[in-house]
């Protein structure tokens, strides 16, 4: 795993995962599924401006922007029949806020497995979480 400086929303994310033992880190990705917050309405209504991560089992849709300051957006949104899909799309929303493009690029590709879920979750679905951080990684090169 990359030893790389992680930004505090991330790091905070990791240390509350990494603090509670292993069977119960399955009970705080589901609390981070109740907590992915609805998306705005320019989106709601449109999810064809959202982009779908096919590797995720369940359909994943995101969005990223960048306001005028240089902050960075994430918007994703996934089913409440797939818990564990919509944990880590939280997750990432959630430990994204806030940051600007060079912070999120800065990201170390493997963030999801530094959570320690890896004996918790299918690999399928931590790739799944690697693939929605790649992608939004990708798309904000391509606005860059």
Same mark, same amino acid.
């Given at each position: 795993? +990359?030893?790389?400086?992680?930004?505090?929303?991330?790091?905070?994310?990791?240390?509350?995962?990494?603090?509670?033992?292993?069977?119960?880190?399955?009970?705080?990705?589901?609390?981070?599924?109740?907590?992915?917050?609805?998306?705005?309405?320019?989106?709601?209504?449109?999810?064809?401006?959202?982009?779908?991560?096919?590797?995720?089992?369940?359909?994943? @849709?995101?969005?990223?922007?960048?306001?005028?300051?240089?902050?960075?957006? %994430? @918007?994703? +949104?996934?089913?409440?029949?797939?818990?564990? +899909?919509?944990?880590?799309?939280?997750?990432?929303?959630?430990?994204?806020?806030?940051? +600007?493009?060079?912070?999120?690029?800065?990201?170390?590709?493997?963030?999801?497995?530094?959570?320690?879920?890896?004996?918790?979750?299918?690999?399928?679905?931590?790739?799944?979480?690697?693939?929605? %951080?790649?992608?939004?990684?990708?798309?904000?090169?391509?606005?860059?």
């Amino acid at each position: 795993m +990359t030893d790389a400086p992680l930004a505090p929303n991330l790091a905070d994310i990791r240390d509350e995962f990494l603090a509670v033992e292993e069977r119960a880190r399955l009970q705080l990705l589901l609390e981070f599924s109740d907590e992915l917050p609805e998306l705005p309405e320019r989106y709601r209504d449109h999810p064809d401006l959202m982009e779908r991560v096919l590797e995720c089992q369940a359909p994943v @849709f995101f969005f990223v922007e960048v306001d005028g300051g240089g902050i960075v957006h %994430l @918007f994703a +949104t996934a089913p409440e029949e797939a818990p564990t +899909t919509r944990g880590f799309a939280s997750i990432l929303v959630q430990g994204l806020a806030g940051l +600007t493009v060079d912070e999120v690029l800065a990201v170390p590709d493997d963030f999801p497995q530094m959570i320690g879920l890896s004996r918790a979750v299918s690999p399928l679905r931590l790739r799944g979480m690697s693939a929605l %951080l790649g992608r939004a990684k990708r798309r904000l090169r391509e606005l860059g």
